[in-house]
């Protein structure tokens, strides 16, 4: 069940980097009761309920909180400004969970796409190693299109935040940055496709609430802006996804332990038309309506 409250990260030039609890259009600096994300993500091991209950408690305590809109702002030594939802916690992706993804993928693919037809049907899920935590950008950061690729698209994703234990603790927002072209080329070019500077955002907060073998039913929207209009809007809705969440999970930490935790991103099923490629300045926003927007403008990196 997703709570009514979110974890966050924040930038305070006064303090450095904070953490906090946002409840309806407050966030409570928790940072002296809690320490970091990574240490409510350890102390969640077994008894994430509780550690749920431990952030509500942190929140009674807090003596600072900030208006939402106050952290509104792209990242500045000079004013506060969100930060990604994570600190250390590397960042995994699930591809092809949508049968709106195997469609395009089989479209871009110059050899016919036939891996991508198999992979989606097949019992073991694709998985692929997307960003370390500290490169991952937040709200009102900068994402990244590559200079060397002519086809560069937003995936709007709902991520799942995973403790050390492999229990999910809750959803946030994710945008994987993809050059179509370079993985088109040949599938094995993915990792160039998919790792790269800025290409991976996350924010505004983590939704808190234990998730297991259902998914929140949540909407999922994307809108790509361009010199104040809209140049592609697109939306899908979580019961499109093919696979179950602890599946997912269950064949991440299969053979691969995260002591600090991991987030993995479950798959796009909003594709722009071929035609479409991201221009450096575009405005990217995703909406997942159990969690918020995350607002980005694309630069070329």
């Not at 499109?240 to 930490?253: F, K, T």
Request: charged share 20%; with cysteine; proline share 6%.
């Amino acid at each position: 069940m997703m709570h009514h409250s979110f974890l966050v990260r924040f930038f305070d030039p006064r303090l450095g980097e904070r953490v906090g609890v946002q409840v309806g259009v407050t966030v409570h600096d928790v940072t002296d009761e809690i320490g970091s994300v990574n240490a409510w993500l350890r102390a969640s091991v077994g008894r994430v309920d509780d550690a749920i209950t431990d952030l509500l408690t942190a929140v009674k305590a807090s003596r600072q909180a900030y208006l939402v809109d106050m952290l509104n702002h792209a990242p500045s030594p000079d004013h506060l400004h969100w930060l990604p939802p994570i600190d250390v916690q590397d960042v995994w992706a699930a591809g092809v969970t949508y049968e709106r993804s195997r469609v395009a993928r089989q479209e871009e693919a110059k050899d016919g796409g036939d891996v991508y037809a198999r992979i989606y049907t097949a019992e073991r899920p694709e998985l692929f190693f997307k960003a370390r935590g500290p490169w991952v950008v937040g709200p009102h950061a900068q994402v990244g299109i590559r200079r060397d690729a002519t086809w560069n698209v937003p995936e709007p994703e709902l991520a799942l935040v995973i403790n050390p234990a492999l229990e999910i603790v809750g959803v946030t927002v994710g945008n994987d940055m993809s050059s179509r072209d370079i993985e088109g080329e040949n599938p094995l070019y993915l990792p160039q496709a998919k790792i790269y500077t800025r290409s991976c955002a996350l924010g505004p907060g983590i939704a808190l609430g234990r998730i297991s073998d259902a998914w929140p039913q949540t909407r999922i929207a994307l809108q790509i802006t361009r010199t104040g209009s809209v140049v592609f809007a697109g939306e899908t809705h979580t019961d499109q996804i093919r696979r179950r969440p602890d599946e997912l999970v269950g064949y991440l930490g299969r053979a691969l332990a995260f002591p600090d935790g991991v987030v993995l991103l479950t798959g796009a099923g909003i594709v722009p038309p071929e035609a479409f490629t991201l221009a450096a300045n575009d405005e990217v926003q995703i909406t997942v309506d159990v969690v918020g927007a995350l607002r980005n403008v694309v630069t070329v990196v």
